[in-house]
T-cell receptor, first 114, second 112 residues
């Protein structure tokens, strides 16, 4: 089954404790992206990757890191999480390097930082 | 950068009525405008999209219109059904970038 998976689905952590949210897709998509969803703000892009070893900042990259060592995986790293990073996070992938293609979203990761 | 505004933030309609959600964008170079539907507790899913060389696109009960001059686009849902209840997001993308900018979302409630 073609899909985007994320782990963990739920995470409660404390300020400053490094964490990684994994994202994997099995559709051989070149483009992958991370979004955070907050009430009243919609979906905001954190980072994106057009291909292996190619990543770039989205609109809200502060406090996040990403890597793209393999085509299928695009982990999101929070080196020192803070309470303002409490949010619902979605990974997405799409065919091709542009955004004129449907984005397939993962199931989401609800992160709470206390 | 691109900015997308979406209205209304909430919309309640009776089953069978039509629903219209409007979005405006700031960058006239934007050329791709998708709409995503997110049911409660689920992931966003694409329901329809339109490119800047097209003025209108229809898929069964859903249609999207684009006015490039005014820089706005709208989602039209006819004969609404309870399963249309969800959050709807519009978005816009520039041709020379790889960022997709979303509107804040519209909560649609269809009352039966």
């Amino acid at each position: 089954e073609a899909q985007v998976t994320q782990n963990p689905r739920y995470l409660i952590t404390v300020t400053g404790k490094k964490l990684t949210v994994t994202c994997s897709q099995n559709m051989n998509h070149e483009y992958m992206s991370w979004y955070r969803q907050d009430p009243g703000l919609g979906l905001r892009q954190i980072y994106y990757s057009m291909n292996v070893e190619v990543t770039d900042k989205g609109d809200v990259p502060e406090g996040y890191k990403v890597s793209r060592k393999e085509k299928r995986n695009f982990p999101l790293i929070l080196e020192s999480p803070s309470p303002n990073q409490t949010s619902l996070y979605f990974c997405a992938s799409s065919f091709g390097q542009g955004l004129s293609y449907e984005q397939y979203f993962g199931p989401g990761t609800r992160l709470t930082v206390t | 950068g691109e900015n997308v505004e979406q209205h209304p933030s909430t919309l309640s309609v009776q089953e069978g009525d039509s629903a219209v959600i409007k979005c405006t964008y700031s960058d006239s170079a934007s050329n791709y405008f998708p709409w995503y539907k997110q049911e409660l507790g689920k992931r966003p899913q694409l329901i329809i999209d339109i490119r800047s060389n097209v003025g209108e696109k229809k898929d069964q009960r859903i249609a999207v219109t684009l006015n490039k001059t005014a820089k706005h686009f709208s989602l039209h849902i006819t004969e609404t059904q309870p399963e249309d209840s969800a959050v709807y997001f519009c978005a816009a993308s520039l041709p020379y970038g790889n960022k997709l900018v979303f509107g804040a979302g519209t909560i649609l409630r269809v009352k039966s």
